[in-house]
């Protein structure tokens, strides 16, 4: 059975219950599934998942929520080789903050790409300003995914 790891970056628990709401889709799709609250570097490459799916809201300036802020300082800073990991991105933000709109998941999907991991379908993009619910975007994006890459 192939492994998925949900890497988790939250302020007030959004991206949290995104995660939450789709690890059923893609166990019922034979993936054996685990969510990462408070990602590690360590979670994320020993051993590496079959694929890495990060759930990522922004705050601040196009920041790191603080949950995420050990993974993400241990990418930029140690720079790992992160050939071979498959990854999908669900990155959450609100476009009333022009600038700075899903900045964190933006900034994370490049910093991946940079390490040699390879993005497996589109990034999903859920702005809170028309979609409150942001799970009501990524169960459809998930249920996609899985149609195109299983």
């Known amino acids: 059975m192939p492994d998925i790891g949900i890497y988790v970056a939250t302020v007030y628990g959004g991206a949290l219950d995104v995660a939450e709401q789709i690890a059923p889709l893609f166990e019922s799709a034979g993936y054996g599934v685990s969510i990462h609250e408070t990602p590690t ?4 490459v020993e051993p590496q998942p079959d694929l890495a799916i990060f759930c990522i809201s922004t705050t601040g300036r196009g920041d790191f929520p603080g949950n995420f802020t050990n ?14 990991l498959r990854y999908a ?3 959450m933000g609100d476009s009333s903050y022009e600038e700075s709109f899903c900045g964190a998941g933006r900034k994370l999907d490049t910093l991946l790409t940079e390490l040699g991991a390879s ?13 409150p619910m942001a799970d009501d975007a990524a169960l459809p994006w998930a249920e996609q995914w899985l149609a195109e890459h299983s």
């Open 71 to 84: 993974l993400s300082s241990a990418l930029e800073q140690e720079r790992p080789s992160l050939q071979g």
């Open 41 to 44: 570097l360590t979670n994320l």
């Open 119 to 131: 993005r497996a379908g589109e990034r999903l993009e859920v702005d809170a300003s028309e979609t």
């Open 89 to 91: 991105l669900i990155a």
